[in-house]
Nanobody, 120 residues
Framework: QVQLVESGGGSVQLGGLLTPSCTAP????????LGWFRQVPGRGREFVAA????????YYADSVKDRFTISRDNAKNTVYLQMNSLKPEDTAVYSC?????????????WGQGTQVTVSS
């Protein structure tokens, strides 16, 4: 069973920053595309950011481009989502996920999520 474990969510005010992280097995980090998604109760899951299996190519939703940065630390088996200039509409449960096929394909493994709340 593959486990992806998020941490680092929290509550901030408008304009604040947070950097949730996601730990994954080394074999996943080295060969799967890794992505971040978010979901608000009553709404569908929304893509946020991802990179391909080797981390060379990155992808962002238009709503977060220039504010969020996805990165990885292979030595720590960890993926990060640096979130700057946060807005109330960024409030959601953020989950990381891994896809064997690539960033634009179905994701095979999911974490449990971490709550991010932005107040105005």
């Amino acid at each position: 069973q593959v486990q992806l474990v998020e941490s680092g969510g929290g509550s901030v005010q408008l304009g604040g920053l947070l950097t949730p992280s996601c730990t994954a097995p080394g074999r996943i980090l080295s060969s799967y595309a890794l992505g971040w998604f978010r979901q608000v109760p009553g709404r569908g899951r929304e893509f946020v950011a991802a990179f391909n299996w080797n981390g060379v190519s990155t992808y962002y939703a238009d709503s977060v481009k220039d504010r969020f940065t996805i990165s990885r630390d292979n030595a720590k088996n960890t993926v990060y989502l640096q979130m700057n200039s946060l807005k109330p509409e960024d409030t959601a449960v953020y989950s990381c996920a891994a896809s064997r096929s690539g960033p634009g394909y179905p994701y095979d493994y999911w974490g449990q999520g971490t709550q991010v709340t932005v107040s105005s």
